[in-house]
């Protein structure tokens, strides 16, 4: 009975240390196999390219630089979008609150300062505040925070037509 051989190397044995006579041989039964001879082992020593010394830490700098500068462009954005929407919703709760003090019977003057109240509960600035008849239209602007030009905003309200 014969005991199997441990090889003392981690590494793979490539062909061209296999003794020539055991090439291309195929062994049918396990005693007529014979035992592989034990090769010294050699030890691996890890190599790093003298060229790239530090090359993954550019990359990863330029990779973070890049995700920095997507997010501020998309924080930008959104504040414009932001903006946007509250001077939307200024204009049209102000020019409503115009038309309903109308209707109540008050004067054009009376509803715009009514409009303006409403605007500036809002955080907008009021631009322009006009009527025609029973109609409302109210202009108002609204600072965005990251973007240095203003989001404005126009709306109309009045009896329907």
Do not use: F, Y
Not at 104 to 128: I, L, M, Y
């Amino acid at each position: 009975m014969t005991t199997p051989h441990v090889r003392p190397s981690l590494r793979p044995v490539p062909p061209s240390e296999v003794p020539r006579t055991q090439l291309g041989q195929t062994w049918h039964t396990p005693q007529a196999r014979p035992s592989v001879p034990s090769c010294p082992t050699v030890p691996i020593v890890p190599t790093r390219p003298t060229g790239e010394r530090g090359a993954a830490s550019i990359l990863a700098l330029s990779v973070v630089a890049v995700v920095l500068v997507l997010t501020m462009g998309g924080l930008v954005v959104a504040s414009v979008v932001v903006a946007s929407h509250r001077a939307r919703v200024a204009a049209d709760l102000g020019s409503l609150a115009a038309a309903s003090a109308m209707q109540d019977g008050a004067d054009s003057a009376q509803a715009c300062t009514v409009a303006q109240q409403v605007v500036r509960a809002n955080d907008a600035a009021t631009q322009s505040c006009s009527s025609l008849g029973a109609d409302v239209d109210l202009r108002v602007t609204v600072r965005a925070r990251l973007w240095p030009a203003p989001a404005k905003a126009r709306a109309r309200a009045g009896p329907q037509r």
